[in-house]
């Protein structure tokens, strides 16, 4: 009887002591009463946001939990799995990070899409030992002490992401086994980066890895579809650039995407899906994103636009430019807003650029050499419409003007030249090119078209001459005809 | 100057006996009848082989067969030689206005029943000529090598294939190989240019020997008629001298159609290339091309194509050997048959030409 009154007894404190508690893992888990007491995972995981929500050690680990004998808890009877491996570990997590109801009995608002997204990234595809993916989820979230990516102890967390992802991407003799072309600088590299120092200083809202590659559906750089994939680039960094209100404390232009976009620069990749044409990063780094300062804008532009930069340096403008430490190639054609380089931004005019510095009365010299290198562009433009006039009339008369139409191309080439050329800044060499070689050409196209639509009209007179003639023959002959049979008529009988 | 041209004729009698022949042209006589104006395309054609002959020795000068040099060199023809523009279009059209003439010509014979007792043999080469000169047109149709006459050389070749047995070995003897190649481009000049002209000169020299030996052909009515009663014409020099009338109108006729309507140059042959829209073969194949576009894929257990191929070529054979088996018109009476047979021909091929045309 004592017994049995001692056990109720015992039942009645154990309800009390429950009752005030709640029901968490750590009452309840017996997996967690032992593994409590041997240290080590049981005390990350009191830390573990799944704790916390009440998840025991076998929502992963399988098994009884209730039980505290550990052979029964731990038999293959009860559903024991151990510790998960290889793509086990991201199947485990996806028991409930994949399921909706799942996620929501645990108010979670979180997406449940991560594997999906996982497995078409780059490191749900590949393996480096061929057994198993190369990143689990608990590669970058870790284990027994996962938090909510907002708590500053998280790997994931912005601040800690560039060196989780550095783990690996820093890591040369790891990155070797997978992509041996692949730098490992870029953390370094990052750190250098306006984004890395400000991230440095414990700034969270800079660009760090996933901001601009994504977290779970990572994809490699020439995948169409990943966010750094060349014609994404200027929308992904639009994504917080072009946002005044996130982009408030930093003080620099949030219209940079507006203006690339309507540049010369914009429409080549944006419209015409050039993936060669210069995105956000060709300019100012990728990792390392960093405005260029005014010394070193002529060695961007000049790392596509070689000749310009060349002839640049040894122009008398090069001098001039440092002397008034003017950004080079930006003082005449602007930074993002980049328009196509046309005839109307050379010479004199109010559009044109040159006439910022040179005047009638202010640096006289360039003004009137600038007012000559219009004036020939001028001409060739001018001349260049006249052959095309011309070959278009040929054409329409029916006349082969192919090769001349061919040859035509010539001028168009030694326009391209001219833009190239007038970074020199030089009127000979400039009229040699524009002069010399285009103006030829066109006025060879010229002289060309004109014969052949001269040799139309010959063709019609010749045609209207040989006919006369053929019809005046043909006349005689049925004269001749009638007379030789009137001569017959006359003989018979 | 008479002198001379008299000097100059008695040297030539002296060795030729040139009397014999203005004697034996002289006894020749040529139908006088309503439909008398039929036997100048004869002659007409003739003029226009000629136009042929001359024009295409003229562009051999220049032309360059092979793929990477015949567009080049047609085009060159075209924009640099003096006159090539006129002599390169004067040549394709005379090429068309001879299958016209021709065909207007064995109209005319078939309708006369010229072709009876004892011409057949002038009717068997006459056609052989027609069908050479068809030869001559797709075989021509290749060399500027342009897109148009790559493709359409294609198509043709791939419709010959389709004839059984025989259609497999001959479009691999036409093509050089399995394709169109540069290969067909060297076959089809060497044809166009040796090979056609070679047979053509001898079956011609037949046709006008044939012709020489038996006069022309007289109207079946002339029979019933005496010989007072039939109205003739010397062929020398009457017949003669309109036909050269006829030629001189012809030769303005080309003239005018050379400058108004110069041959196209197009784009040069890509294999790789697309085919441009609308394919069409020459006019005058244009009738089989059409007809054999409406068949069905399947009639009864053979392929429509095949079927009609066959058909063409069993029609053609019949067309070929109607002397010998026109029996009714050979014993000298009239044969209706022949003659609504040919009507329907000539609706058949003008209805399914014009189809074609539009389609």
């Known amino acids: 009887m004592k017994k049995i009154i001692f056990f109720v007894f015992t039942l009645f404190l154990l309800n009390g002591f429950f009752f005030l508690h709640g029901k968490t893992p750590e009452s309840s888990d017996q997996c967690f009463v032992c593994h409590e007491q041997l240290g080590g995972v049981a005390d990350l995981f009191k830390k573990d946001i799944h704790f916390q929500k009440g998840i025991s050690c076998s929502g992963c680990h399988g098994g009884d939990s209730k039980t505290d004998d550990m052979d029964k808890a731990m038999s293959k009877s009860a559903g024991f799995l151990g510790i998960p491996k290889g793509d086990d570990i991201s199947l485990r997590c996806a028991n409930c990070h994949a399921k909706k109801e799942m996620m929501q009995k645990y108010g979670s608002q979180l997406p449940t899409n991560q594997l999906e997204l996982l497995k078409a990234s780059v490191h749900g595809k590949l393996s480096t030992n061929g057994k198993e993916k190369i990143i689990q989820c608990t590669t970058c979230h870790n284990a027994h002490g996962i938090v909510s990516v907002k708590n500053p102890v998280s790997p994931v967390y912005s601040l800690n992401i560039p060196n989780t992802c550095g783990k690996c991407h820093s890591n040369a003799k790891y990155m070797q086994t997978y992509n041996p072309s692949l730098s490992v600088d870029q953390v370094a590299k990052y750190r250098t980066s306006v984004h890395g120092m400000l991230n440095a200083k414990g700034d969270p809202k800079p660009a760090e890895c996933a901001s601009c590659h994504g977290s779970h559906g990572i994809r490699a750089t020439a995948d169409t579809k990943s966010q750094v994939y060349a014609l994404n680039i200027p929308e992904t960094c639009s994504k917080c650039h072009s946002d005044a209100q996130y982009m408030a404390g930093y003080k620099i232009p949030t219209d940079q995407y507006a203006k690339y976009a309507k540049s010369v620069h914009g429409k080549a990749l944006l419209e015409k899906h050039d993936v060669g044409a210069p995105a956000c990063n060709s300019c100012h780094g990728n990792h390392g994103a960093t405005p260029p300062g005014v010394e070193s804008i002529s060695k961007v532009c000049g790392s596509c636009h070689a000749l310009n930069a060349d002839l640049f340096s040894s122009s008398p403008h090069k001098q001039a430019f440092d002397k008034e430490k003017l950004p080079e190639c930006e003082t005449c054609h602007s930074n993002h807003e980049i328009l196509p380089a046309t005839k109307a931004m050379l010479g004199v005019d109010k559009e044109a650029v040159c006439s910022k510095c040179h005047t009638e009365t202010k640096s006289t010299k360039g003004y009137f050499v600038a007012q000559k290198m219009r004036s020939y562009i001028d001409s060739l433009d001018v001349s260049e419409a006249l052959a095309l006039k011309l070959i278009y009339e040929a054409e329409q008369k029916g006349m082969e003007i192919s090769e001349t139409k061919f040859k035509l191309r010539d001028a168009h080439q030694a326009k391209l030249e001219a833009r190239t050329m007038v970074h020199s800044f030089n009127e000979e060499k400039f009229k040699e090119v524009v002069i010399g070689k285009g103006l030829a050409v066109?006025?060879?196209?010229?002289?060309?078209?004109?014969?052949?639509?001269?040799?139309?009209?010959?063709?019609?007179?010749?045609?209207?001459?040989?006919?006369?003639?053929?019809?005046?023959?043909?006349?005689?002959?049925?004269?001749?005809?009638?007379?030789?049979?009137?001569?017959?008529?006359?003989?018979?009988? | 100057m008479k002198k001379i041209i008299k000097n100059f004729y008695d040297y030539l009698d002296e060795r030729l006996h040139l009397e014999d022949l203005v004697h034996f042209m002289g006894k020749k006589y040529v139908p006088v009848h309503s439909h008398s104006l039929w036997y100048y395309f004869g002659g007409v054609s003739l003029f226009f082989f000629i136009v042929q002959v001359i024009t295409g020795i003229l562009l051999l000068f220049y032309y360059k067969a092979g793929p990477d040099l015949a567009f080049e060199s047609i085009q060159y023809i075209m924009s640099k030689v003096q006159f090539g523009w006129l002599i390169r279009s004067v040549h394709g059209w005379a090429a068309n206005l001879f299958i016209l003439s021709a065909v207007i010509h064995m109209f005319s014979v078939y309708f006369e029943k010229a072709y009876r007792k004892p011409r057949e043999l002038t009717w068997i080469s006459g056609m052989l000529m027609l069908f050479l000169g068809m030869g001559f047109g797709f075989s021509g149709y290749l060399l500027p090598w342009n897109e148009l006459s790559f493709f359409a050389t294609k198509v043709g070749s791939d419709i010959a294939?389709?004839?059984?047995?025989?259609?497999?070995?001959?479009?691999?003897?036409?093509?050089?190989?399995?394709?169109?190649?540069?290969?067909?481009?060297?076959?089809?000049?060497?044809?166009?240019?040796?090979?056609?002209?070679?047979?053509?000169?001898?079956?011609?020299?037949?046709?006008?020997?044939?012709i020489q030996r038996q006069g022309i052909s007289e109207p079946m009515h002339f029979e019933q008629l005496d010989k007072k009663e039939k109205k003739t014409m010397p062929f020398f020099p009457n017949f003669l001298?309109?036909?050269?009338?006829?030629?001189?109108?012809?030769?303005?006729?080309?003239?005018?159609?050379?400058?108004?309507?110069?041959?196209?140059?197009?784009?040069?042959?890509?294999?790789?290339?697309?085919?441009?829209?609308?394919?069409?073969?020459?006019?005058?194949?244009?009738?089989?091309?059409?007809?054999?576009?409406?068949?069905?894929?399947h009639i009864l257990f053979i392929e429509g194509e095949v079927l009609g191929i066959l058909l063409f070529g069993a029609a053609f054979a019949l067309w070929l050997i109607v002397p010998f088996w026109d029996r009714k018109t050979a014993r000298g009476e009239q044969n209706k048959l022949i003659t609504y047979i040919g009507i329907f021909v000539i609706i058949f091929i003008i209805v399914l030409t014009i189809l074609g045309w539009v389609a």
Not at chain 2, 266 to 281: R, V
């Open chain 1, 442 to 493: 066109t006025t060879a196209s010229i002289s060309e078209a004109r014969e052949a639509v001269d040799n139309y009209f010959f063709r019609r007179y010749g045609l209207m001459v040989s006919v006369f003639i053929i019809s005046l023959l043909s006349l005689s002959l049925y004269l001749y005809i009638k007379q030789i049979e009137k001569k017959q008529a006359s003989k018979l009988p």
């Open chain 2, 241 to 297: 001298l309109r036909d050269l009338l006829l030629w001189l109108v012809m030769l303005n006729v080309l003239a005018i159609l050379a400058v108004f309507f110069p041959a196209e140059l197009g784009h040069k042959a890509d294999a790789f290339g697309s085919a441009p829209e609308g394919i069409k073969p020459e006019w005058y194949f244009l009738f089989m091309f059409q007809s054999l576009k409406y068949l069905p894929a």
């Open chain 2, 161 to 210: 294939g389709a004839v059984p047995i025989i259609g497999e070995p001959m479009k691999i003897l036409m093509r050089g190989g399995p394709d169109v190649t540069g290969a067909t481009l060297s076959r089809l000049f060497g044809f166009h240019v040796a090979l056609f002209p070679g047979i053509f000169t001898v079956v011609l020299g037949i046709h006008l020997l044939l």
